[in-house]
C-alpha cells in the first residue's frame, strides 16, 4: 500500500513536470521554438528538428536520473528517507531541467541570428476587429454549481456534527500515515468548504484569464490561426470549469470522513488521489491532443498565403522565453511561449497586484485553515 | 476583419489602423452599427501603446466614420453619416493630389490612372 502511495506521488509529481519539461517543443505553437519566435516554414526545417530531439533527450535523460533515485529510495525499503529525497529531487530535476532549457534557448537564438530570419521576412501585427464574445468558452453560468456544493458540504458537516469522531485526521505524510489530527470541533466542520472556497476563486479567476487572454493571431495564417485558437480556448474554459467542479466535489466527500460516514483509509486515499489524477491525466491529454494555441488540432493547415510576413518579433519583451515583460502592451492574459497555457505581463501593474493579492489571499487561507483544526 | 499592421512601414501605426478600418468599411467586411474592439482591447491584440489605437480611433470618429458611445462601446457609422463635406472634399482632393502628381510622372496616362481607380472602386462598390 505505502509503495502504491509513494508511486501515485511520483506519478503526481514528477512525471508531469518530466514529460512537459521534455516535449515543450513539440507541443508549442509552431511559430515558436523553446521560447523564440520563429518563422513557420523554419518550424520543420532538419536543423531545428534535430535541436528539438537532441533537447527532448537530454532532457528525457537529465530528469530520469532524478526519478530514478526516487525509485530506488522506495524499493530499497528506505521509504523513511522517501519524503526528503522527493522534495530534494524533484527541486535538482527543475533546476537540470530548466539549465538545459535555458541552454538550448540561447542556441536557438543564436540560429535565429546567424540565418537572419527576421530580416528576410516582413513583420506584422494582426488583430480581429471581431468582438470579443467568448462564446466559445464554457459558460460562465456552470460556476453556480460551486457554491451550491460548498452550502451542501456545511450543511451535511453541521447536521451529522454528532456523528464526528474525536479525533479527526487533516494530514498525512508521504506513505500515508496521519501525521496531524485535528479534535472534534465545529472549526473542523468548515475546513473542507473554506479549501473549497478557495479553490472555486482560484479556478474562476483562471477562467476569467482565459476568457479575456489575448487572441494571438498568426500573420502567416490569419484565418487558421484564428480557429485554432478559438478551439485551444474552448478546451481549457471546460478543462478549468469542470476540473474545478471535480475538486470541489472531492473536498464535498472528504467531509463525509471529516463526519466519520466514511471510515475506510485506502477508500479516503483513492478519492482524494483519483481526482488528482484524472485531472493530470486530463490535462496531459489536452496538451498533447490541442497543443498550445491549438497548434495540434487537426485542421486543414493552409500554406503561408501572405507572402513573407512573419509575426511581430517580441523576444526582447519574453525574458528567457518564459516570462513577458512589456509595459506598453495593456494585455495581462497571454499565451505561454514555451509550455502549455498562459502567463501574465509583468509590465503591466495589475498583474502585480494579481499575483500579490492572490499570495495574500493563500496566506489567509492556511492561517484560517489551521486555526479551525487546532 | 483581420487588422494588418506592417511594423516597419514608413507609414505611422495609427494611420495604419485609420486606413484599414475605412477599407473594411468600402469593402463591406464592416458593417454599419458593427462593434468595433474598445481601444484596450485592440491595443491589446496587436501589443501597442493604447495611445497609438487611440489616436486612429479619434481620427476615425472626426472624420465621421465610428462613433464612441459610453456604453455600446466604438460602432461603425451608417454609410450617410460619412457624407462627404465640402471642407471634406477638398482635402481629398489634395490629397490625391500628389499621388496623381506621382503617376503623372512616371508617365501614366490618364486612362491608365482611371484603370486603377475603376478597378478599386468596383471593388468596393460590389460589396
Redesign the interface.
Known sequence: MHTIFTLLIIATCFLPIYLLFAFIPYLSRRTECLGVGIPEEQYDTPELSILRKKYRNSILLGGGLFIAVVFLTVFMNMEQFAEMVMVVSLLMMIITEGSIYLHYHKKIKMLKKDNGWLSEN???????????SGKECASPLWFILYPLIIILTILTGLLLFDTMPDRVPIKFDFQGHVIRWADKSIGVVFFAPLTQLFLSITFILTYVGIRNA????D?SN??ES?KRISIFRKAWSYFTVFGGLLLLLMFGLMQLSFIGIITNQSTTIIFTMGPVILLIAAAIALSVKIGQGGSRVNIKRYSNDQGMVIN?D?DQYWKYGVFYV?R?????FLEKRAGIGWTINFGQPLSWIIIVGFVLFSGVFVIVSNWLTK | ????????SDIP?YRQIRNA?IE?IALGQ?NAGE???SV???????????HTVNKAYTLLKQDGFITIHRQKGVVVNQRSEMKLMQSQYDQLSQEMKPLIAEAFCRGLTLEEINGICKKFYTQFKEL
Open positions: 516582413v513583420q506584422i501585427l494582426v488583430a480581429d476587429t471581431t468582438l470579443v489575448k487572441r494571438q493571431i500573420a490569419p484565418d484564428r511581430r517580441d512589456n506598453n502592451d495593456p494585455a495581462i | 476583419m483581420i487588422l494588418k499592421i506592417i511594423l516597419e501605426i478600418v473594411g464592416l462593434g468595433l474592439p484596450r482591447q485592440l491595443s491589446s491584440e496587436l501589443g501597442i501603446n493604447m
